[in-house]
């Protein structure tokens, strides 16, 4: 990576440089306010075509080409975005957020008498009726392990609990278990930037002493010859810092990156929730939330949407997958664990107010109320409704680790409008998955684009990024570019077709999934889900097309 000539500045005593590659990326980088600023490699490469462009995207500008140059959309698809909060002022969204036409801007009445006050264009379920909004929230395991500890943490063992009580005391004792690992590496994490930061402010001074300046830039120490080792072990060490690709930016991110897990994420005693003043646990306390769509956090939602919905060939930003299409913003998302009852009626609300598909782009390792989620999903597919989920960043084996939302029901029945992606990259080869997705031969149907994707940032900006959060949207585009010229099929149809029309690689290999940096096996990708396809709306459209006419002639 070449070294950028940049001014290093000794700031004050808590002096900070730099972009340390020892630590973990963080999942996007910093906002541009145009494309133009990205290696353009990766502009829409999610639209490419695998044959004709050698690109493992998902087929979408081939399918624009050859198949809809002549033809009209029969219907526009509405696609509930479940997320953080979606900046649905973006010039690359103009026109495409859903509008409740049965609600009247501003005037605080719930005009439609739907339960929600002023719900123009979705509804936000993490603030209150005030405009105040939650934006950071604890992990579940660490809520449970605050309602549990008090009733079990003196237990020696499951002997000692009533047999009534033993599954609770079981998700006591592994939400302690995943809280205290979590701590201990957040803990150790902080003590290391503490020391790196010690070095990097001794190193600073040095320089500085000897360049006779508090400024310098990186050519002024590649320039220096000097007989006193300390000063040549200085350059060296920031030299070979710098030759990582370190910034200032990336290091202050991960230090804020760490403190908010500490004092928000893992602290038992921080409850935001008391701005909503709900009772969280009762599916029936509806009366909370806002029509603030956008809240304090619009960073994820908004690439989400824009992957979908971003308006395509206007020479602006990206293209986005669906041209009839309409996006319902929904905040349920904090920058935590989203909690069970939010997301229930998030799902009710999607539906009930004409959704056709739902994307989810987020999860978690402990589900609480999973029936109130339970409840909600079982109605969205008795209405018909599609539920695309992101299978999750843990690098896990979702066969063997469950996530949650889950299709799977307490029942042991399983949702069948609901699409499982995992995140898969341009190329095929050892790092066609994407380091950190998760996978499954049962649980995971299909992978798509989830690997650098540039997508839309909030206030007219964009980004680059990783994640099955990306991904779950390029299948959630295509689901809806696919029913807006084939409506009559069901929910249940168009997820068949989604499927079976991937692209599908059975001789092909690719490294596990493993964020730990261990040594990664290899694994055929045929093995890494159901379907061993990457989505492919060309082929969807074109097996669409058979499934109507088969249904056609049966009518």
Known sequence: MKIPNQKIVRTSASLLLAGLTVFPALAQDDPAPSVS?????????????????????ASVNRAYKELLANKK??????????????????????????????????????????????DVHGWGFLGNASGENIRYETYEYVRLLRKLAPSYQKVN???????????EYKTYLLAKQTYEKELAKYQQTKQNLAAFEKVLIQVQNVLADHLKTKEYTLQDVQRISSPDQNVMN???????????????ESFLKYKEHTDTFLEKHLNLDFNPRTVIADNPESIADTKYGNSDVMGPRPTHGTPVSGLIAALRGNNLGIDGIAEDVQIMALRAVPEGDERDKD??????????????????????????????????????????VLLVHAAGNEATD?????????????????????????????MLGKDFVGVFS???????????????IISLAPENKYAKMDGTSFSSPVVS?????????YPELTAAELKDVILKSATVYPKETALYPNVENETRKKAKFSDLSATGGIVNAYEALLLAEKVVKQKSAKS
Request: aromatic share 10%; net charge negative.
């Open 157 to 167: 063992a499951i002997s000692e609990v009533p047999v009534a009580q033993q599954p």
């Open 73 to 118: 959309a029969k219907k526009t698809v509405v696609v509930a975005v479940i997320d953080s909060g979606i900046d649905i002022h973006h010039e690359d969204l103009k026109g495409k957020i859903w509008t409740n036409k049965k609600e009247v801007a501003g005037n605080g009445q719930d005009d439609d008498q739907n339960g929600y006050v002023d």
């Open 343 to 384: 997301i229930a009626l998030a799902i009710r609300y999607a539906v009930d107010n004409g959704a056709n598909i739902i994307n989810m782009s987020f999860g978690k390792s402990f589900s609480p109320q999973k029936s109130f989620v339970d409840e909600a999903v079982k109605y969205a597919e008795s209405k018909n």
């Open 37 to 57: 600023a990205f290696d353009q490699t990766y502009v829409n490469w999610y639209n490419l075509d695998p044959v004709q462009d050698k690109v493992q995207g």
């Open 438 to 452: 998760n996978y499954g031969k049962k649980t995971v149907d299909l992978f798509a684009p989830g690997v650098d």
């Open 398 to 426: 979702n066969d063997k680790v469950t996530h949650y939302p889950s299709r799977v029901l307490d029942n042991g029945s399983q949702i069948k409008n609901w699409i499982e992606v995992g995140a898969s990259s341009r």
């Open 477 to 485: 585009g295509v689901a809806a570019l696919v029913w807006s010229h």
């Open 234 to 248: 200085a350059r060296a060490w920031l030299l070979s810092k710098y030759s990582q690709g370190l910034t200032v």
